[in-house]
């Protein structure tokens, strides 16, 4: 029932800004863990980062902690991600996943397993 869907990819140059929209259908968002997976051709899949349920608190990977932040629209149904100082290496196919398990206080952003919803992904392409 729950559906996932990401909006706002699209090419910056190095140095810039974009921010990433998932839309969720059929379930409050803010009940559950929301994160963010990418990938990038011939890499393997890698967690960002995640936002907790019910909570503002977020768990990032190394590689782009202080530089992407996410938030919560609760009256959308929206979860955003704001990506800033964006790298070539940031380059990738983004998902947007969700943790719909309500016993969990927390999300494992770089768990695949734990996320049992995931969008459609969206393509982020930083270039000069």
């Known amino acids: 029932q729950l559906q996932l869907e990401e909006s706002g990819g699209g090419t910056v140059q190095p140095g810039g800004s974009l921010t990433l929209s998932c839309k969720v259908s059929?379930?409050?968002?803010?009940?559950?863990?929301i994160g963010w997976f990418r990938q990038a051709p011939g890499k393997e899949r890698e967690g960002v980062g995640c936002?907790?349920?019910?909570?503002?608190?977020?768990t990032w990977d190394d590689s782009v902690k202080g530089r992407f932040t996410i938030s919560r629209d609760n009256a959308r149904n929206t979860v955003n991600l704001q990506m800033n100082n964006l790298k070539p290496e940031d380059t990738a196919r983004y998902y947007c996943?969700?943790?719909?398990?309500?016993?969990?206080?927390?999300?494992?952003?770089?768990?695949?397993?734990?996320?049992?919803?995931w969008g459609q992904g969206i393509q982020v392409t930083v270039s000069s």
């Open positions: 996943v969700a943790d719909r398990r309500p016993t969990v206080n927390e999300c494992s952003y770089n768990e695949t397993t734990a996320f049992g919803y």
């Open positions: 059929d379930y409050p968002s803010w009940s559950i863990g």
């Open positions: 936002v907790h349920p019910r909570s503002e608190a977020t």
